[in-house]
């Protein structure tokens, strides 16, 4: 005979696992401070190469300027100014990633708790048949 509250439990729960469980088996695959750091490296790396796009795109729109004024300039002073601007805006983007995906971590562990506690209430609606 069926059970209707076992049949609407099920479901859900397949429905679950259909959609947000494959994404989640992947980040529940880390610990949290490994996932959050694996996402910051790659964040750190991706944040690299769009500043150096940016750095380039910048160079190359005013380029003619820029190469009169290059021996004009103080290089070391320009390298210093660059690196600055590229050390903020890594650190920034690295401390919003931090933030953006230990939330993510987070919101990821709690669906998968309601999943296990779903379980254990479908376990035990089973032991009692």
């Known amino acids: 005979m069926l059970n209707k509250e076992r049949v609407i439990l099920m479901t859900k729960m397949a429905s679950y696992e259909e959609n947000e469980g494959r994404k989640n088996r992947s980040v ?3 610990f949290r401070g490994d996932y959050v750091w694996f996402q910051m490296l ?3 790396i991706y944040g690299t190469v769009a500043f150096g796009i940016v750095f380039g795109m910048y160079i190359f729109y005013d380029f003619e300027i820029f190469m009169m004024d290059i021996y004009k300039m103080d290089l070391l002073e320009f390298g210093k100014s ?23 971590y987070a919101k990821v562990r709690h669906g998968v708790k309601l999943y296990q506690n779903n379980l254990r209430k479908l376990s035990s609606m089973y032991d009692k048949t």
């Open 42 to 44: 790659k964040s750190l």
């Open 82 to 104: 660059v690196l600055k601007k590229y050390l903020l805006v890594t650190g920034i983007y690295c401390i919003i990633s931090y933030a953006v995906f230990s939330y993510r």
């Open 28 to 30: 529940m695959g880390y």
